[in-house]
């Protein structure tokens, strides 16, 4: 029993991303997620902490913070595809701190919410957003191509760096188990239609490129942006 908790409460921070609003769509079973990726989802701390949980629990609707995540072993360096389609490290932006989220291009509800609160976090930051990146990795390769997830991220700020993994997705999954990052195929109705549930919320790397905080779906900008200012 002890060994299944981790796995059930990753699946709380699975942001359900519906096709059309008005039909919910319903997390993966922890059955329907590879048992290596729903047991390095994030941890329990962040899951605990997201407003899905806090409705679940009955818990009041009080501002969310962030959590020190710097002694979890999460994170580390990686390369994959902006938008130009060139290669793109995350060490490349040692000396900025990083706000580093999941998604994909084709979500309705969440991923815009989030790159919104975002764009609003660094407006509150003033001219110490220049010490900021932000960077929306795609867990939908197949469909984000690097033409598309550029432009979709440019959207919110043109700062904003988008990334994606080539057609075979073969560094992803690395991406992935070391973020502790779940994702998986729901509502599918063809090989280029079809919902992608994923882990929400966000990591705030310091400017050495370590992972320091972990922001939950749903936190505020003027909390976002204070998270951000003590790694600064």
Not at 173 to 199: C, F, G, W
């Amino acid at each position: 029993m002890k060994k299944l908790i981790p796995a059930l409460l990753s699946l709380a921070v699975l942001a359900a991303c519906q096709q059309q609003q008005t039909e919910p769509t319903t997390p993966p079973a922890a059955s329907e997620v590879p048992a290596a990726s729903a047991a390095s989802a994030v941890p329990a701390s962040e899951a605990a902490s997201t407003p899905a949980a806090s409705a679940a629990a009955g818990g009041s609707t009080k501002k969310l913070t962030a959590t020190d995540v710097r002694k979890d072993d999460i994170g580390g360096d990686f390369t994959l595809t902006d938008g130009q389609g060139k290669p793109f490290a995350l060490s490349s932006l040692k000396g900025k701190v990083v706000l580093l989220s999941f998604g994909f291009t084709h979500c309705p509800d969440v991923c815009p919410t989030e790159l919104l609160t975002f764009s609003d976090a660094l407006k509150q930051l003033g001219a110490d957003a220049k010490d900021v990146a932000v960077v929306f990795v795609s867990v939908d390769y197949e469909r984000d191509t690097p033409e598309l997830i550029g432009k979709y991220v440019s959207q919110f700020n043109p700062d904003f760096i988008g990334l994606t993994d080539d057609k075979d997705g073969k560094r992803i999954p690395l991406i992935k188990q070391q973020y502790r990052i779940v994702s998986a195929k729901t509502e599918i109705k063809s090989d280029t239609v079809y919902n992608m549930d994923h882990t929400a919320g966000a990591y705030i790397l310091d400017k050495d490129g370590e992972t320091a905080l972990f922001a939950p779906y749903g936190m505020e900008a003027p909390e976002l942006a204070q998270a951000i200012r003590t790694l600064l």
